[in-house]
């Protein structure tokens, strides 16, 4: 698409747009503190191959599932559910689920197919297109009584990170099940990367990805801002949060975000907030201005700059400015 064409759809485009998310710090501790239970559940999907898979979803909340609005938090690639419940360390807290428990949200976390305690087949059968298959038959299913938390949800936000952000968009513009969308560390327009994507999908040789096929050196300039990051959190990343990723949506990730016009972004017509870090290497806020562009069907699209922040946005110290700006937005667009 042309400069120009992009202006012209940024003109003819009515886009909230925050300049900057509030700089709050450091997260030593989130105010008064309430019990957060956690439940384990599998939501059953039937796929292309006929065959039925699980989907495992960790449901944090506070006192009762029944809340007004639920979070569907989706992971990134590389990872599982627990990016969204990253423990306390060294006296910081880490955890965006029990953060949005303790506001009010009822939050499902799911591992994505093909990863954590979701099933895994064949890593080649595990594109883009199956994984938004799964995530919408679970939003389907969370809109029933008749699913494995047993309390239906009128009001439904789903909120991705990276590639799980990519799935999200793919979901909501194909299926339209979600009444809102979070996007965090991941953009439309194009912008350099850190490394040569052919050297990255050349290592690809197996149909899963190991854990920890890409090492702590890696990991860290890629995902996170060091100034901003405690290295107790770096080594807890490489430890315990890296996580098997099918092959075959490991090649859709990037396939679509050299062609990000294959995002189906443009099919999403609810609102859209999305959030990008300064000092993401992936996804460089500097490239977000022309975003809205690519959401003509949107109710709306708000811009959210992040500042001292990487791609691993709930590992860095500084994550109280993501976590506000949602939380926020949120009240913003249903209250």
């Given at each position: 698409m042309s400069r120009l064409r992009h202006g012209m759809l940024w003109l003819s485009l009515t886009v909230g747009c925050m300049?900057?998310?509030?700089?709050?710090?450091?997260?030593?501790?989130?105010?008064?503190?309430?019990?957060?239970?956690?439940?384990?559940?599998?939501?059953?999907?039937?796929?292309?191959?006929?065959?039925?898979?699980?989907?495992?979803?960790?449901?944090?909340?506070?006192?009762?599932?029944?809340?007004?609005?639920?979070?569907?938090?989706?992971?990134?690639?590389?990872h599982y559910h627990l990016y969204?419940?990253?423990?306390?360390?060294?006296?910081?807290?880490?955890?965006?689920?029990r953060y949005m428990a303790q506001l009010g949200y009822t939050v499902l976390a799911i591992d994505q197919l093909g990863t954590g305690a979701s099933s895994q087949p064949d890593g080649d059968f595990v594109t883009?297109?199956?994984?938004?298959?799964?995530?919408?038959?679970?939003?389907?299913?969370?809109r029933s009584r008749e699913n494995p938390i047993g309390h239906a949800y009128r009001r439904i936000v789903l909120v991705g990170h990276s590639n799980g952000s990519l799935t999200s968009i793919?979901?909501?513009?194909?299926?339209?099940?979600?009444?809102?969308?979070?996007?965090?560390?991941?953009?439309?327009?194009?912008?350099?990367?850190?490394?040569?994507?052919?050297?990255i999908?050349?290592?690809?040789?197996?149909?899963?990805?190991p854990a920890k096929a890409f090492t702590k050196e890696f990991r860290t300039a890629t995902f996170y801002h060091v100034p901003s990051t405690d290295?107790?959190?770096?080594?807890f990343e490489y430890n315990h949060?890296?996580?098997?990723?099918?092959?075959?949506?490991?090649?859709?990730?990037?396939?679509?975000?050299?062609?990000?016009?294959?995002?189906r972004s443009t099919g999403v017509t609810v609102p859209v907030l999305v959030q990008l870090g300064d000092f993401d290497a992936l996804q460089p806020s500097e490239f977000l201005a022309p975003e809205p562009t690519y959401y003509p069907n949107a109710q709306s699209v708000t811009l959210q700059y992040l500042t001292e922040m990487g791609h691993n946005v709930n590992g860095h110290l500084n994550h109280l400015q993501s976590w506000t700006g949602i939380d926020r937005?949120?009240?913003q667009v249903f209250d």
């Open positions: 300049l900057a998310a509030p700089a709050n710090g450091r997260a030593d501790g989130h105010g008064e503190s309430k019990r957060v239970a956690m439940d384990r559940v599998f939501f059953p999907v039937e796929l292309s191959d006929g065959q039925t898979h699980l989907i495992a979803g960790y449901l944090y909340y506070v006192g009762s599932v029944s809340s007004r609005i639920l979070q569907v938090a989706v992971h990134g690639a590389t969204w419940d990253i423990p306390t360390i060294n006296g910081v807290d880490y955890s965006y689920a883009i297109d199956e994984t938004a298959s799964a995530l919408h038959q679970v939003l389907v299913s969370l793919y979901a909501t513009g194909t299926y339209h099940d979600a009444d809102a969308l979070v996007t965090t560390a991941w953009e439309h327009p194009p912008h350099p990367l850190p490394f040569n994507p052919e050297d999908l050349g290592m690809v040789t197996e149909p899963y990805i290295p107790a959190v770096l080594d949060l890296a996580a098997i990723q099918a092959r075959a949506q490991f090649f859709d990730l990037f396939r679509i975000g050299l062609d990000t016009s294959q995002s937005w949120i009240r």
